[in-house]
């Protein structure tokens, strides 16, 4: 149980266009999702926190516009990289919050070419 | 502010040694402290985690971590290697209710030798 998908796995797109990550929690409902951002050889850093149905509370230094997060169903968050660059190239990771624990999902290599 | 530090970013251990990761956290109240591991293609996976009570801490997969408030530090330990163990160990801080704004630590990379 307590199963969360991303998709796609990896995502390989060209500098200015736009990729949607999508974050599913498979078999159990979530309020809250988070939004985290891993690179290379570092840890993870929160990126945004996403509530069904209302606005996602974005961390300091984090440009909202350029990462657009929608929660909107109960098993649904995605995350919009809005005309990406290079520099946004990284492993995105999100988590399912449920019974008090975040249960991750496998992560999104994104490259920005 | 909270952080945390793991020391060592990468440890090779011998199967069947013992195992102890390092973690020290700075937080100005009670932390609340998880270990994750994560391996290729999959999501990080919560080992353990102390909340209160009993600083000794038993998770899954033969993992144990002891809380030692005087010292800021929650080691993760396992007393035997296994092969499969080999993957990115990360320790967290939870702040407001345990499980919002995890803060991780960098990572340790296990390798384990045959």
């Known amino acids: 149980g307590a199963v969360v998908s991303q998709h796609p796995s990896w995502v390989i797109c060209k500098s200015g266009t736009s990729v949607k990550i999508e974050c599913r929690s498979l078999?159990?409902?979530?309020?809250?999702m988070f939004w985290y951002r891993q690179f290379p050889k570092q840890s993870l850093m929160l990126m945004a926190t996403?509530?069904?149905?209302?606005?996602?509370?974005?961390e300091q230094g984090v440009e909202k516009d350029k990462f657009l997060i929608n929660h909107a169903s109960l098993t649904l968050s995605t995350l919009t990289v809005t005309s990406a660059h290079p520099e946004d190239s990284s492993f995105y990771i999100c988590?399912?919050?449920?019974?008090?624990?975040?249960?991750f999902g496998p992560g999104t290599r994104l490259t920005v070419l | 502010a909270q952080s945390v530090t793991q020391p060592d970013i990468h440890i090779t251990v011998s199967e069947g040694a013992s195992l102890e990761l390092r973690c020290n956290y700075s937080?100005?109240?009670?932390?609340?402290l998880f270990w994750y591991v994560q391996s290729p293609g999959q999501g990080l996976q919560l080992l353990l985690k102390y909340f209160s009570g009993d600083t000794l801490v038993q998770g899954i997969k033969g993992f144990e971590a002891e809380f030692k408030r005087s010292q800021s530090s929650f080691n993760l330990r396992k007393p035997s290697v296994h092969w499969s163990d080999a993957a990115e160990y990360f320790c967290?801080?939870?702040?407001?209710?345990?499980?919002?704004?995890?803060?991780f630590g960098a990572g340790t990379r296990l390798a384990v030798h045959p």
């Open positions: 996403s509530n069904e149905g209302s606005k996602a509370t974005y």
């Open positions: 078999d159990f409902q979530a309020t809250t």
């Open positions: 967290a801080v939870g702040a407001i209710g345990g499980y919002n704004k995890l803060i």
């Open positions: 937080y100005g109240a009670t932390p609340y």
């Open positions: 988590s399912a919050l449920a019974y008090n624990e975040q249960f």
